[in-house]
T-cell receptor
Framework: DAKTTQPTSMDCAEGRAANLPCNHS???????VYWYRQIHSQGPQYIIH???NNETNEMASLIITEDRKSSTLILPHATLRDTAVYYC????????????FGEGTQLTVNP | GAVVSQHPSRVICKSGTSVKIECRSL??????MFWYRQFPKKSLMLMAT?????????EQGVEKDKFLINHASLTLSTLTVTSAHPEDSSFYIC????????????FGPGTRLTVL
């Protein structure tokens, strides 16, 4: 699976949009971009995933660049409960593939 | 999303004893389950992958005789830490997915193991 690079930490004001970047310059054509987050002492939570089109769900939006070498996860109106470590993972969406976690980005939402 | 549970959520045991952790998929059939370990302030590290009815596939450096994994049904996998030692103290997390293409993995809440 392709390697990803994320900033170690980011801060965001409550109510503002949080934009979390991820670089995956070696991504292959059949690899998806997945985002998970982990609130302290809990299991990871699935957020969103995409292949090349932008995606949006009730939690977030995922913007993938045209060359697919980077992406941005957008939390439109961050709340204190969004404070967590956010992991960007690329992998083939086949039934046997697994998720390999990097170090992620610690997002802290401040009041 | 689908729900994955783990039991117990927290366990303290004496060195040399064995501890069993259960992972259940509550509303779907998990053809594949994964076990991760996470040390403080570190990322999740995959320990093993198990498919229902098959032997688990362990990651390099993970002792299969120490971390016994059983995936006997489509809704239950167990991880047994045998002869636990203080260095086995960690946060153990399972995840599960069904067999449909493109499906995401759902994670359990984790089990905090402390070995005295």
């Amino acid at each position: 699976d392709a390697k990803t690079t994320q900033p170690t930490s980011m801060d965001c004001a409550e109510g503002r949009a949080a934009n979390l970047p991820c670089n995956h310059s070696t991504i292959s054509g059949n690899e998806y971009v997945y985002w998970y987050r982990q609130i302290h002492s809990q299991g990871p939570q699935y957020i969103i995933h995409g292949l090349k089109n932008n995606e949006t769900n009730e939690m977030a939006s995922l913007i993938i660049t045209e060359d697919r070498k980077s992406s941005t996860l957008i939390l439109p109106h961050a709340t204190l409960r969004d404070t967590a470590v956010y992991y960007c993972i690329v992998r083939v969406a086949a039934s046997g593939s697994r998720l390999t976690f990097g170090e992620g980005t610690q997002l802290t939402v401040n009041p | 999303g689908a729900v994955v549970s783990q039991h117990p959520s927290r366990v303290i045991c004496k060195s040399g004893t064995s501890v069993k952790i259960e992972c259940r998929s509550l509303d779907f059939q998990a053809t594949t389950m994964f076990w991760y370990r996470q040390f403080p302030k570190k990322s999740l590290m995959l320990m093993a992958t198990s498919n229902e009815g098959s032997k688990a596939t362990y990651e390099q450096g993970v002792e299969k005789d120490k971390f016994l994994i059983n995936h006997a049904s489509l809704t239950l996998s167990t991880l047994t830490v045998t002869s636990a030692h203080p260095e086995d103290s960690s946060f153990y997390i399972c995840s599960a997915r069904d067999g449909s293409p493109g499906n995401e993995q759902f994670f359990g809440p984790g089990t905090r193991l402390t070995v005295l």
